[in-house]
């Protein structure tokens, strides 16, 4: 039997009359699931947010407003960089490739020379920048040192200037810095002819000064070839090269300027231009190359049992440094920095 025309159409408008019904029904079961997504405890949510890497954690950042509060919180920014130190990872940044950077204010000062460190305030969650200016006579004649002037500070992220600030310690930086435990620290000559070698201290809290005598038989020759760097929770300054072996001289007390010393050497050290880069947690000094060639080697030398071991690094892809080959310059235009305790911190600047 063949139905008419019409029924078939009544049949239709029914069919989709009962979807609409249907779909206005499970309208609130929705909302009420998105409701009880948002009921899910704070303790749970940073649980799982602390799972994730920093760069999803940017993404999370931009694509919901629902969690910029909870990411944001200092509890979860503080404990992302602790669970980030328990497995700090080799950066490496090579001199010719683009770096991500943050434009400071200009610096007004008529002296050529510019020195900055970066420090951070672990009490009040404070990242600063020191800045000191020194005259030209310093660039115009290489073995003269000059005091530096003009000490500023700039607080990131607080839409501050520079500000002026006193030095108690007249002195010449002559090595990078290194921040442990909220002081950047940093080596110099100090003296009425600028002829004592000491290490500085610059409290990134209270905006303080300090120096600290260096101990042994380090020339003020060699002060732009030390390195210093973060000894399990001490300033250490690394001095040395091939042949001779490296001494590595640890900070054991500021206030009574006691230090401890290391000697570092193996045969695998000549003919070899390494830099002492960090210390692992079994008491292996870290060594790397200043400039970048293949292969690239990380070599970790053990002070008790006075071995050696290498780890080849893949991966690091430098166009300039193909070039620099195709067309005959030396290789070591590259320079390479090498950061055997880099961390993740979500903590925005």
Request: net charge positive; hydrophobic share 35%.
């Amino acid at each position: 039997m063949i139905r008419p025309k019409q029924d078939c159409i009544r049949e239709k408008k029914k069919m989709k009359m009962k979807k609409k019904v249907e779909r206005s029904t499970q309208t609130p079961k929705t909302s009420g699931e998105l409701k009880d997504a948002g009921s899910i405890p704070q303790e749970l949510k940073m649980e799982i947010l602390l799972r994730l890497p920093a760069k999803s954690l940017v993404r999370v950042v931009s694509a919901s407003k629902l969690f910029v509060p909870i990411i944001r919180r200092r509890d979860l920014i503080n404990s992302f960089l602790t669970q980030s130190l328990t497995r700090p990872r080799f950066l490496f940044t090579l001199s010719n490739r683009n770096r991500q950077v943050i434009t400071l204010p200009k610096i007004k000062s008529r002296r050529k020379g510019i020195t900055c460190f970066f420090g951070y305030d672990p009490i009040n969650h404070q990242y600063k920048v020191l800045c000191m200016t020194q005259l030209s006579a310093y660039y115009l004649h290489h073995n003269k040192h000059v005091a530096a002037g003009e000490h500023q500070v700039l607080t990131l992220g607080a839409r501050e200037k520079w500000r002026m600030i006193e030095c108690s310690v007249p002195h010449c930086p002559g090595t990078d810095g290194e921040c442990v435990n909220g002081v950047v620290y940093y080596g110099a000559c100090t003296g009425k002819d600028m002829n004592e070698l000491v290490l500085v201290s610059f409290d990134v809290r209270s905006e303080e000064f300090g120096s600290i005598r260096f101990l042994g038989d380090v020339e003020k020759s060699r002060l732009f070839c030390l390195t210093l760097i973060n000894y399990q929770g001490k300033v250490a300054i690394a001095d040395g090269g091939s042949f001779v072996g490296y001494d590595l001289w640890i900070l054991e007390d500021a206030k009574k300027h006691e230090w401890s010393k290391i000697h570092a050497w193996h045969k695998y050290f000549d003919h070899k231009n390494l830099f002492v880069i960090g210390i692992t947690c079994s008491h292996e000094i870290i060594f790397a190359p200043m400039y970048f060639d293949r292969p690239f080697y990380v070599t970790y030398y053990n002070v008790k049992g006075n071995s050696i071991r290498s780890v080849e690094i893949e991966g690091i892809e430098d166009r300039g440094y193909r070039r620099n080959r195709d067309i005959g310059f030396p290789i070591d235009l590259c320079r390479i920095w090498t950061f055997s305790d880099h961390a993740e911190n979500i903590m925005p600047l």
